[in-house]
């Protein structure tokens, strides 16, 4: 058996390959990013015409993949936690067609934030489309489970939700890898009735539905990873039962091992594909004096044991501060909450200093800051609203320049919102995937409201944050700009540098005093892409 | 027999390639391996640091716990110090001794050096090393080098050969003076 060191993501990417994926739909968000990258630049995915360049959003990835899966093929949805949001409204309806080809949604959550504005628990959104969720353990797991997902979907005639954490999905290990299974032919679907979610039509799915339930718990009962392990330390101690969810299982593992002369036994359920195994949990409260669940992300399981027990019986969890209420388990607050604390000899340093994310030195993002910056301190109500990507570090020092950043897209809507109000000077930064990604939409609103507001599109030629992938309206700006009905007069694009700076300030002066929607497009390609195609270049011209 | 590893220093000073490098030796080796990294936002110029765990047993946590790392390698003191909670009492910081100030706030050098040199560490000034070998880059190989000697759960050689591994595919001449960087760094670690 062949075995390859992966990232979590790299697992998940490989093993949709090998079940015989056809096409990938998704757009970057970290820790999902590098399953497509990996997709992209896969010898085996090339070979076998596997679709996968990026999409504008989340959405349009989700209703693509839908359309793959109504010709009979395997579709893979990738997306950061967040981007569930984005596509809900496909995705929740994915669950009421129902699916032909397997479609599986990879929803990677970031708990702790480390590049996130929040750290919502994708399950809830597995559970609210009433559709079968996996949850790997580690990196040979997620490999794994990539073809009982598909094949799962398949027999349900259902999507399933596949979730991974930020330290599963950047993490490497060891994988022992498969064969490519070939992939299925083209065979659209025929039952229009199930596809077309006319009121009457909606009803009988959803039935089917709400019928397809005990299947899935029934996957769930007799699947292969949800084991139940048991450890016998001592005759004499108690059982304590542990639910433990994904990779909190090895969390769990660890502090075990850790714990020294321990009389306590243990009912370990390692839960890793969902809707929890009811029958199981019962079992477990029977021979256990409580049962503690630790999961990564919310407490979605947690609930779910409370309302299968007396109230009267013990379970602890997020919810009860055995475990953190918020942020993601690691092996210290595990064994904390297994009654083990580590107690490490070296307290915290006294010299040291947080060192922050920055925006590169020679980025354009910071001539855009800089010109605004000794702009806006002329109009004394002026508030720049920001939005997701490099350049929301312009809110950190030295700049301090952003008043909000909410979502995709939220800088535009939220300027015209101001505006509606009164605000003035309102003006929104926004960078191009972003704005492509769910931008032009409020756009559009402002243009027929005639709003006042000043756009400002960073583009730099890529969607720099999350490694430097392509941007979906690149070459388009202009264009989408006056399409959606921007005077052509105040579509201005500039180029940020030093040099330019009176040139810039002076557009913007312009821009902000005409009273209507103003476009300003400064157009720099981000330094660290710039850098790589030099390289590519060079390489190139070597050969 | 397990080394826990950490990682650290400050986005673009080459800590990943390190980490890509024992992973290769250690599947090699036919060691168990998990290796965590933060990709994303921090690596614009803020701290970067990567869990690496090795064992001839099954590794559960990708992350290691606080008390447990038998050695912190860091491209920058003051990185090293961001993880001192995480080492061993019998544990070792292999560090570069060359502060990187790119925060208005940074600690006075001094006190910073005086706490270092508290803990159980060995510094260097890496960067000087690899100016000097004309390799400005290769300076992360030279603190590899360094730290060599300290994983033990993989030899030098096994080390030394996954050095020319990873940088075949960028040609000799830029493997030549990695290996150049690194067997420096294994000398300077005899001292």
């Excluded at chain 1, 979590?8 to 820790?31: F, K, N």
């Excluded at chain 1, 055995?322 to 340093?349: I, Q, Y």
């Excluded at chain 1, 700009?481 to 002076?506: Q, S, Y």
């Excluded at chain 2, 050096?113 to 400005?136: C, F, G, R």
Aim: aromatic share 6%.
């Amino acid at each position: 058996m062949e075995k390859k060191l992966l990232l979590g993501d790299e697992a998940v990417a490989l093993g949709a390959i090998h079940a015989g994926l056809s096409g990938v739909y998704a757009y970057p968000g970290t820790p999902s990013t590098e399953i497509t990258e990996f997709i992209q630049t896969n010898k085996e995915a090339i070979e076998r015409g596997v679709r996968s360049r990026w999409c504008t959003n989340e959405k349009t990835a989700m209703e693509a993949a839908l359309g793959m899966s109504y010709c009979g093929k395997r579709a893979l949805v990738c997306m950061k936690h967040v981007g569930m949001n984005v596509c809900a409204d496909a995705f929740v309806n994915s669950a009421i067609t129902g699916v032909n080809g397997g479609v599986v949604v990879l929803a990677a959550d970031d708990p702790s934030m480390h590049s996130s504005q929040n750290e919502q628990d994708s399950r809830f959104y597995g559970k609210f489309a009433m559709i079968p969720i996996f949850e790997p353990s580690n990196q040979q797991e997620a490999y794994d489970m990539m073809s009982r997902a598909f094949e799962l979907s398949e027999r349900l005639k259902e999507p399933v939700l596949l979730r991974v954490v930020t330290r599963l999905a950047h993490s490497r290990a060891a994988v022992e890898i498969g064969k490519a299974a070939d992939q299925n032919k083209l065979n659209p679907a025929t039952d229009n009735a199930h596809w077309v979610l006319l009121p009457g039509n909606a009803r009988r799915n959803y039935l089917d539905l709400i019928d397809k339930q005990n299947d899935m718990m029934k996957a769930s009962c007799e699947s292969s990873t949800n084991d139940i392990i048991t450890i016998n330390n001592s005759d004499k101690g108690k059982w304590i039962g542990i639910v433990a969810c994904g990779i909190g299982y090895n969390y769990v593992r660890e502090a075990l091992n850790g714990i020294k002369d321990n009389e306590d036994n243990y009912m370990i359920m390692k839960l890793t594909q969902y809707p929890m195994p009811v029958e199981g949990i019962k079992q477990m409260a029977e021979v256990c004096s409580e049962i503690l669940v630790v999961e990564d992300g919310q407490p979605v399981v947690e609930e779910e044991v409370k309302k299968l027990v007396d109230t009267s019986y013990k379970v602890e969890g997020r919810l009860t501060g055995r475990l953190p209420r918020t942020g993601e388990l690691n092996p210290d607050n595990v064994s904390l909450g297994l009654g083990k604390e580590n107690n490490p000899l070296f307290r915290p340093a006294k010299n040291l200093a947080g060192r922050p994310p920055q925006l590169c030195q020679g980025c354009g993002h910071r001539d855009v800051y800089t010109a605004l910056g000794e702009v806006v301190k002329e109009y004394e109500n002026a508030r720049v609203f920001g939005d997701i990507g490099c350049y929301t570090l312009g809110a950190l020092p030295p700049f301090k320049a952003l008043a909000s950043c909410v979502d995709m897209g939220a800088s535009i809507t939220m300027a015209k919102g101001a505006a509606d109000a009164g605000l003035w000077p309102a003006i929104a930064v926004i960078g191009d995937s972003t704005f492509t990604h769910s931008g032009m939409t409020g756009l559009l609103d402002a243009v027929n409201d005639n709003s006042n507001v000043t756009i400002i599109i960073s583009d730099n030629l890529t969607t720099g944050m999350t490694g430097g992938q392509d941007s979906a309206g690149l070459n388009k700006y202009e264009a989408i700009c006056l399409g959606l009905g921007v005077d052509p007069d105040h579509v201005r694009v500039v180029v940020p540098l030093p040099k330019n700076m009176p040139e810039i300030t002076k557009i913007l002066r312009e821009e902000i005093n005409y009273k209507g929607v103003s476009v300003i497009i400064p157009r720099r390609e981000c330094i660290q892409v710039a850098a790589r195609h030099a390289r590519e270049r060079a390489k190139q011209n070597n050969k | 027999m397990k080394k826990d590893i950490i990682l650290c220093g400050v986005g673009g000073q080459g800590i990943l390639s390190i980490a890509t490098i024992i992973g290769e030796a250690a599947t090699e080796a036919g060691i168990n391996l998990k290796q965590a990294e933060v990709h994303g936002m921090s690596q614009r110029g803020g701290d970067v640091q990567s869990n690496l765990r090795l064992s001839t047993d099954p590794i559960w946590s990708d992350q290691i716990p606080t008390g447990e790392a038998d050695v912190i390698i860091s491209m920058e003191p003051m990185e090293a110090l961001r993880y001192i909670t995480y080492l061993r009492p019998d544990g070792m910081i292999i560090t570069s001794s060359k502060t990187f100030v790119n925060i208005p706030n940074y600690p006075d050098e001094a006190a910073l050096k005086s706490e270092l040199n508290e803990l159980p560490n060995v510094q260097l000034d890496i960067e000087a090393i690899a100016a000097e070998l004309k390799s400005a880059k290769s300076a992360n190989m030279v603190l590899l080098g360094m730290a060599a000697p300290y994983i033990e759960v993989l030899t030098v050689e096994q080390l030394r050969k996954a050095v020319s591994v990873i940088f075949a595919r960028k040609g000799d001449a830029v493997v030549e003076a990695n290996l150049r960087a690194f067997d420096r760094g294994v000398e300077a670690s005899k001292k």
